[in-house]
């Protein structure tokens, strides 16, 4: 079982930032891959971001690209989301998840792909 805490969420006005983070206690976090997902009321979950285990690979929602980055520090089982340039659409709770397996970009961006979550942080952002 992995446990993942997120934090760092909050209300911020269009075109500023945030970054989120994600700390999976006692874990050796760099078997696993990781990745954000957010969920708007009245809608589905999406993806947003993925990082692999060892960080050389990434990728990112079209809708994210460019405005969003994706890092981890595995020393202290940490996985972050910068947040630039928000825009109110942006809007949602957002969602840290964990799996294990070799890195292909085809499966980290599915939700089904992940094994663990954690419980959301909120962002909100004002117009």
């Known amino acids: 079982q992995v446990h993942l805490v997120e934090s760092g969420g909050g209300l911020v006005q269009a075109g500023g930032s945030l970054r989120l983070s994600c700390v999976a206690p006692?874990?050796?976090?760099?078997?696993?891959?990781a990745g954000w997902f957010r969920q708007a009321p009245g809608k589905e979950r999406e993806f947003v971001a993925a990082?692999?285990?060892?960080?050389?690979?990434?990728s990112f929602a079209p809708s994210v690209e460019g405005r969003f980055f994706i890092s981890r520090d595995n020393a202290k089982n940490t996985v972050y989301l910068q947040m630039n340039s928000l825009k109110p659409e942006d809007t949602a709770a957002y969602y840290c998840?964990?799996?294990?397996?070799?890195?292909?970009?085809?499966?980290?961006?599915?939700?089904?792909?992940?094994?663990?979550w954690g419980q959301g942080t909120q962002v909100t952002v004002s117009s």
């Open positions: 998840a964990a799996a294990r397996g070799p890195w292909r970009r085809s499966l980290f961006v599915l939700a089904t792909t992940y094994d663990y």
């Open positions: 006692g874990r050796t976090f760099s078997s696993y891959a």
């Open positions: 990082i692999s285990g060892s960080a050389d690979s990434t």
